[in-house]
């Protein structure tokens, strides 16, 4: 047994709000992890490949997936949150070939077993858009090909290039994977002639062996029979150059004898091969493919054989502890019937429609034999019909023939419609009335001739040799839709409880009780063991929680043994200890159809990080109560609230016989109380044996699905709203830097054009004052007398300081332009730049606008899915085993059954019984009185046994609880066979 914790423990939070309900409830049950497929189920040894889960129910936050073999494991580890439904997968070199399995785990625990394979040979997983224009894929020999049919009229076609004269065996494989698919297929060779079909037959998917009489592409037509398609409807296609034997002989595994076996490669000519056994103990469960509740009867062992070195496969054969013998013909005639000595396994085959095995031994009077003859539950599509004869001589030689007869068929159904056993096989027991030889014929009521010539079976003859096997399967809560062959795997909640179912098979007259124990239960989880008794072969295996249970998986180990109720004291040196067998259920029953269950890998229980509403106490103190007719029996039971939790629960008592005249009456659990007592009231003619009791407790919750999720959903968008925000401010921050640079340069080409005009005035204020300067030097030039030159030399000075400082006021001007044009080109690029970052935080604010109202209506739809939702949860309390003893007296009350008695007074009963038959005995007298009840007292009256009236005196305190107490009793007690009785005759006793 491991454990492995959940790796959502760290923020998984409890999602019970417990309340009353305030809104109408609905029947349902409370999330868990259910797997439906997973695509491709498969692959090569040392490969690495992603596996997608392709459908289930309650897959929340997936953290991955769940491998019986250790050697398969999960190498990526996305993010729970995300819900994943891709994990890439590794299978070691050591990981041995066969069927393995796969489970998912999520938020809600760790789902039912799928099949998973793991291939010698390479592996193609193909998609619907792999067939392109409405071509056959190409596929290639001795490779195996994972695809599904989904769409309503889905037919996958495939080509294979085959030389002349090659042999080729076509496997299809779909029960083996827990598909829904029900597989035909059709081979057309290459000029389009159909030449070969095969279809599901039973439970043997199709297997086609022929040989291409022409060389050229054969083409390959898959596709569900009744075209009921979805992605549940997987398949797997392999064409190979070596053939898997469709008969091993011997058919059978015996461990008193060396394992040699032999296999016939086809049925239409007979073609035998020896088998190398390669099995080796891998250490973790491995199965061979589908086994059927029919085959699970018979204990089996998974073998690997091979026909060559380089080839190998896995079957599962019937485990014998005697020699094998082989039938030998002619033995259709009475003369030749074939002699054998007991105990005896005898492994035969019908080869035509007429053919009669017949078989002979000596057998003495008042001898016990157990013949079986076993076909369908060897996995085989055969319907026996046996003739037994008893044969002895008179006094003068002469034969005396007396048919002795044999029931028809196996009808013991364990669980119909569930875990179906029923079977054409014969298994049934006789006694030898008197010396002489017991003949046996068989034959097969199926017609024989083609593919079903050979039919094998396998004849079992000994004393009777009674042994049990016990198979058990997760018992989900049944409620609302859930039933019990709903898949499922074991999952609880802190506090809380869950189930599984188990199975007894009684085997040649096993008679006794079974004892269901688990010997390591997970950390945290109580697991009482259980009584199956004798003459049922059903019960529930309880499984508690405790409040503060670590929560994770582990895996589950059951056994069980033989309990004879008529010792005080088991012999532990004859305890036979068996390992019970886990048992898959892979589709629940649908359209008129029954469940699917086979052979499972491995129970595993989880338990979750949710706390339950309520946890019931553990009551079960014995593993079954002795009752009496007339008793009235209390059964206490109590309750933790958990989290808060205060309304009301429904108890309920179920499984008891509807004829077996015993009521049980279950009161409610008031709210907020803790506790409250189922009472049994066994009628004076209730039915004398074994009954088993079931008890239900019912709550009504407001159930949270997923708290968290509203939580992160939340602070994304609070998150998503912030980044908004905070981009809305940084645009708000550039769209005002841009107008500021925008204005700026605006304001800049405003002072530019200003000085630009001032540097043209000042151009034509030089112009003119050179044109000025140009006159004076004229006017110098042409003026004779100094006195004339002087002002004008003093003019032309002064013009030439104006043009002088003209230029140099221009000079200014044109520097300031430049200063203004170097602020304007550094403001542009500016502008250029923020302009740009505006419109990428426009494009981004929308962005995220987009993103927001995205996260608003998921938000919205988030929180309106984690609504509190109100459920009627429905969880197994306790589980009753009565035996019923017969009354050995009777007890009547003379003074009337209304007894009235005052506070601080007495009272007395006057009764009387009578013993049944001859028989004395000395008897007590006592009383009982209704759990609550307080301050009624007595003393016990005994009786000789001479004795059979008395008188007992109730008194009742000044604290007597007042009231009419009509489950009161008067009790007589006696011992029988070391076992003390009770017989009650009820009184209602009134304190005032």
């Not at 081979?187 to 998917?205: E, K, L, M, T």
């Not at 670590?550 to 088991?570: I, N, W």
């Amino acid at each position: 047994m491991f454990f492995i914790p959940n790796p959502l423990a760290c923020f998984c939070l409890t999602t019970l709000i417990l309340s009353g309900f305030n809104q109408g409830s609905v029947l349902g049950q409370l999330p868990v992890t259910q797997l439906g497929s997973v695509f491709p189920p498969g692959g090569t040894i040392g490969s690495e490949f992603e596996v997608n889960v392709l459908d289930g129910t309650d897959l929340d936050e997936l953290s991955g997936l769940v491998f019986s073999s250790p050697g398969i494991e999960q190498i990526d580890h996305p993010d729970p949150h995300s819900n994943p439904r891709k994990f890439r997968v590794k299978i070691a070199p050591n990981v041995p070939a066969g069927y393995h399995s796969v489970r998912a785990e999520g938020r809600f625990g760790v789902s039912n077993a799928r099949m998973f394979r793991v291939e010698q040979i390479p592996v193609q997983a193909l998609q619907e858009s792999d067939w392109k224009n409405q071509e056959p894929v190409a596929i290639e020999l001795n490779t195996a090909y994972y695809s599904r049919c989904e769409g309503g009229g889905d037919i996958d076609e495939f080509q294979v290039e085959l030389p002349q004269n090659q042999q080729v065996q076509l496997r299809v494989n779909c029960l083996d994977l827990d598909s829904r698919m029900n597989p035909a297929v059709e081979v057309y060779s290459p000029n389009g002639h159909r030449i070969a079909f095969a279809r599901r037959v039973g439970d043997q998917d199709p297997l086609l062996n022929f040989t291409a009489s022409q060389a050229g592409p054969y083409k390959i037509r898959i596709y569900d029979f009744l075209f009921q398609n979805s992605n549940a409807h997987i398949y797997r296609l392999e064409v190979a150059d070596w053939k898997i034997p469709s008969q091993i002989q011997p058919p059978v595994l015996s461990t008193e004898t060396e394992a040699k076996f032999q296999g016939i490669l086809t049925q239409d000519k007979p073609e035998s091969v020896e088998l190398q056994n390669l099995t080796i103990d891998s250490g973790h469960p491995l199965l061979s493919g589908f086994i059927n509740p029919r085959e699970l009867m018979v204990t089996r062992q998974v073998l690997r054989l091979s026909p060559q070195d380089q080839h190998s496969f896995l079957t599962s054969l019937p485990v014998i502890d005697t020699a094998i013998q082989l039938e030998t013909e002619p033995n259709n005639e009475v003369a030749q019937s074939q002699l054998v000595q007991l105990p005896v396994d005898v492994t035969g085959q019908f080869e035509d429609a007429n053919d009669v095995d017949r078989y002979v031994f000596d057998i003495k009077k008042g001898q016990a034999i157990w013949l079986q003859v076993f076909a369908e539950r060897d996995g085989k599509i055969l319907d026996p019909f046996v003739q037994l004869d008893h044969v002895s001589k008179d006094d003068k030689g002469n034969e005396i023939v007396k048919s002795i007869p044999v029931p028809d068929d196996l009808t013991a159904n364990l669980i119909p419609n569930v875990f179906d056993t029923l079977t054409d096989d014969i298994d049934f027991t006789t006694v030898a009335p008197e010396d002489g030889q017991f003949r046996v014929s068989i034959r097969n009521r199926y017609a024989v001739t083609g593919k079903r010539k050979l039919s094998p079976y396998r004849l079992h003859i000994s004393t009777p040799q009674p042994e049990f096997q016990v198979y058990a399967f997760t018992h989900p809560h049944v409620v609302g839709t859930t039933t019990i062959d709903t898949p499922s795997g074991c999952i609880m909640r802190r506090g809380g409880t869950t189930s599984l179912q188990v199975i007894v098979n009684r085997i040649q007259g096993f008679d006794q009780g079974v004892i269901v124990e688990a010997p390591h239960p997970p950390p945290g989880v109580q697991i009482p063991a259980i009584l199956i008794p004798p003459g049922e072969q059903t019960g529930e295996l309880i499984l508690y929680s405790s409040e503060d249970a670590p929560a994770g998986f582990s895996e589950l180990q059951l056994t069980a043994k033989p309990f004879d109720p008529s010792l005080k004291e088991q012999p532990d040196a004859e305890l036979k200890s068996v390992r019970v067998l886990p048992v898959s259920i892979a589709w629940k029953a649908a359209a008129n159809m029954p469940a699917v269950s086979r052979q499972g890998h491995s129970l595993v229980v989880t338990v979750l990080n949710e706390t339950d509403s309520i946890q019931p106490a553990l009551t079960q103190a014995q593993l079954f109560q002795h009752v009496c007719q007339s008793q009235l029996f209390w059964h206490p039971l109590q309750v933790k609230r958990l989290a808060g939790y205060a309304d009301k629960v429904t108890l309920k008592a179920d499984g008891l016989d509807k004829n077996a005249k015993i009521t049980a009456t279950t009161p409610v659990i008031p709210k907020e109380a803790s506790e409250s007592s189922i009472h049994f009231q066994f009628a004076t003619d209730a039915k004398v044996g074994w009954h088993t009791c079931s008890i239900h407790g019912e709550t009504q919750v407001n159930y949270v699905r997923n708290p968290e999720l509203v939580a992160r959903t939340q602070k994304q968008y609070d998150d998503a709203n912030t980044t908004l925000e905070a981009d809305k401010k940084v645009q708000t921050t550039i769209d005002q830097l841009v107008k500021k640079l925008d204005a700026d340069l605006k304001a800049n080409a405003a002072e530019k054009a200003k000085l630009q005009a001032e540097i043209k005035k000042q151009e034509e204020t030089t112009v003119r004052l050179k044109k000025e300067l140009t006159d004076l030097e004229t006017q110098l030039a042409a003026a004779t007398e100094e006195a004339a030159k002087t002002p004008l030399m003093d003019s032309i000075k002064q013009k030439q300081d104006e043009i002088t400082k003209s230029e140099s006021d221009k000079s200014n001007l044109m520097k300031q332009v430049q200063e203004l044009d170097k602020t304007a080109q550094s403001n542009q690029q500016e502008l250029t730049t923020q302009q740009k970052k505006l419109t990428d935080t426009q494009a981004r604010v929308k962005t995220n606008q987009t993103k927001l109202d995205a996260l608003k209506k998921t938000l919205d739809k988030v929180k309106s899915a984690q609504k509190p939702k109100a459920l009627k949860q429905d969880e197994l309390f306790d589980r009753l085993v009565f035996l019923v003893h017969k009354a050995p007296l009777s007890l009547a009350v003379k003074s009337g059954k209304d007894v009235a008695i005052k506070r601080g007074e007495s009272q007395e009963i006057e009764v009387e019984i009578k013993r049944e038959g001859e028989q004395k005995y000395p008897v007590d007298l006592t009383a009982t009185i209704p759990p609550g009840v307080s301050g009624i007292s007595w003393e016990t009256v005994s009786l000789s046994p001479e004795e059979n009236t008395a008188k007992l005196k109730l008194t009742a305190s000044p604290e007597a609880t007042v009231g009419s107490h009509s489950l009161s009793t008067v009790r007589v007690s006696t011992q029988q066979e070391g076992q003390t009785l009770h017989i009650d005759a009820t009184v209602t006793i009134k304190v005032e």
